[in-house]
């Protein structure tokens, strides 16, 4: 098992939650370690924003805690109704929902132990809530600051080679379809991880204003990169759909298909190498003449096939999602090349692409 920054933190952040509760005389401790748990996000902007929402969380769910004791008593039931308004006026104002769960340790932990100096309690146990929620800030602040920018592009990279090779497989029928079936769900799920990832790369903030214009051409270039390798997998699960139809199909048509797919495949491999600088301008766009050529070549073919009888309309009904997805990935490619070349026009010099070896 691989421990990530993640757990570090989290641990830092209890850690320091339990120093600073003792420091301050707050007893228990362990409620503010509790709180940071909750409170640790995967970044810095999540964590501000959980920072704002916790503070509103639990201030709700504090002032309902003595309110309803004070009124009500402590009998579990009174609890029960207290957690069910303060959900309900938590959902009302939109908070985030990881703020619900200690929103109502809040109130049971005020709640569930009934004391003479009532207030003073609540507030002893609501500050330690506090301690463990900006522990938990102050460590994503400062400790192990996140880099999504490599992880992402690492991800895409080794997705992406993953399926090239099962689509050079695929059209040269070598493939064991029983790996493939199960490879097939595997990547799905690795491309919505990256989804996610994206949407954590996202949320990072820069604070320079030429940081900030090429920032936001990297959030548009790994968008397109990703939007690029779904259309690649799209392409590996219909030729896995309609690979037997392919088969039956006149030899050129095939060959056509599979010379236009490693055409695409290396075009695209040529991208992502050319964005860490690795391959050169002129290499590029020389592979985007021949894959424009290959695309003309691929639907006169496939048009003519049909005009002139060689294949029946449902054999043609069947190839023609192969087809219309080998030029819509194409058409991604070229948008995608033409956006890598685009941000070193403007951010060859102001902005350096920092993409790390693993050590």
Same mark, same amino acid.
Request: charged fraction near 25%; proline fraction near 3%.
């Given at each position: &098992?691989?421990?990530?920054?993640?757990?570090?933190?989290?641990?830092?952040?209890?850690? $320091?939650?339990?120093?600073?509760?003792?420091?301050?005389? /707050?007893?228990?401790?362990?409620?503010?370690?509790?709180?940071?748990?909750?409170?640790?996000?995967? @970044?810095?902007?999540?964590?501000?924003?959980?920072? #704002?929402?916790? +503070?509103?969380?639990?201030?709700?769910?504090?002032?309902?805690?003595?309110?309803?004791? &004070?009124?009500?008593?402590?009998?579990?039931?009174?609890?029960?109704?207290?957690?069910?308004?303060?959900?309900?006026?938590?959902?009302?104002?939109?908070?985030?929902?990881?703020?619900?769960?200690?929103?109502?340790?809040?109130?049971?932990?005020?709640?569930?132990?009934?004391?003479?100096?009532?207030?003073?309690?609540?507030?002893?146990?609501?500050?330690?809530?506090?301690?463990?929620?900006?522990?938990?800030?102050?460590?994503?602040?400062?400790?192990?600051?996140?880099?999504?920018?490599?992880? /992402?592009? *690492?991800?895409?990279?080794?997705?992406?080679?993953?399926?090239?090779?099962?689509?050079?497989?695929?059209?040269?029928?070598?493939? %064991?379809?029983?790996?493939?079936?199960?490879?097939?769900? *595997?990547?799905?799920? %690795?491309?919505?991880? &990256?989804? %996610?990832?994206?949407?954590?790369?996202?949320?990072? !903030?820069?604070?320079?204003?030429?940081?900030?214009?090429?920032?936001?051409?990297?959030?548009?270039?790994?968008?397109?990169? $990703?939007?690029?390798?779904?259309?690649?997998?799209?392409?590996?699960?219909?030729?896995?759909?309609?690979?037997?139809?392919?088969?039956?199909?006149?030899?050129?048509?095939?060959?056509?298909?599979?010379?236009?797919?490693?055409? #695409?495949?290396?075009?695209?491999?040529?991208?992502?190498?050319?964005?860490?600088?690795?391959? %050169?301008?002129?290499?590029?766009?020389?592979?985007?003449?021949?894959?424009?050529?290959?695309?003309? @070549?691929?639907?006169? $073919?496939? &048009?003519? /096939?049909?005009?002139?009888?060689?294949?029946?309309?449902?054999?043609?009904?069947?190839? $023609?999602?192969?087809? @219309?997805?080998?030029?819509?990935?194409?058409?991604?490619?070229?948008?995608?090349? !033409? /956006?890598?070349?685009?941000?070193?026009?403007?951010?060859?010099? +102001?902005?350096? +692409?920092?993409? *790390?070896?693993?050590?």
């Amino acid at each position: &098992m691989k421990l990530g920054a993640r757990i570090f933190k989290t641990g830092l952040a209890i850690v $320091l939650a339990l120093y600073t509760a003792s420091w301050l005389g /707050l007893e228990p401790a362990m409620y503010g370690a509790l709180a940071a748990t909750f409170a640790i996000q995967p @970044s810095i902007y999540r964590t501000y924003q959980t920072i #704002l929402d916790q +503070v509103q969380g639990n201030i709700i769910g504090a002032v309902l805690a003595v309110a309803f004791a &004070m009124t009500f008593g402590h009998e579990p039931v009174i609890i029960g109704v207290t957690v069910v308004v303060a959900i309900a006026i938590l959902i009302k104002l939109k908070l985030d929902e990881s703020t619900i769960p200690l929103a109502l340790v809040t109130i049971i932990i005020i709640m569930g132990n009934p004391t003479d100096d009532f207030i003073a309690f609540a507030a002893s146990r609501f500050f330690l809530i506090m301690v463990g929620v900006f522990a938990a800030f102050i460590v994503n602040l400062l400790f192990i600051p996140p880099k999504y920018e490599t992880r /992402l592009y *690492r991800k895409l990279v080794y997705n992406t080679e993953e399926v090239i090779r099962w689509i050079r497989l695929v059209t040269r029928h070598e493939t %064991n379809q029983q790996s493939l079936k199960k490879d097939i769900p *595997r990547i799905n799920e %690795n491309i919505i991880k &990256m989804d %996610n990832l994206y949407l954590l790369y996202k949320e990072e !903030r820069t604070y320079f204003t030429k940081s900030k214009l090429g920032k936001a051409r990297k959030i548009v270039l790994f968008k397109q990169m $990703l939007f690029t390798l779904k259309k690649s997998f799209m392409i590996l699960r219909t030729l896995d759909k309609y690979g037997n139809d392919l088969q039956h199909m006149p030899d050129r048509l095939q060959k056509l298909v599979r010379d236009q797919l490693d055409h #695409l495949t290396n075009y695209h491999d040529r991208i992502l190498l050319r964005y860490v600088g690795k391959v %050169n301008t002129k290499l590029t766009d020389e592979m985007a003449e021949e894959v424009d050529e290959g695309k003309e @070549s691929l639907t006169d $073919l496939f &048009m003519d /096939l049909y005009d002139h009888h060689e294949i029946n309309r449902d054999e043609w009904l069947h190839i $023609l999602p192969i087809v @219309s997805h080998i030029v819509e990935y194409n058409e991604q490619l070229e948008h995608l090349d !033409r /956006l890598v070349e685009s941000f070193f026009n403007y951010h060859t010099n +102001v902005n350096q +692409v920092e993409i *790390r070896d693993e050590d």
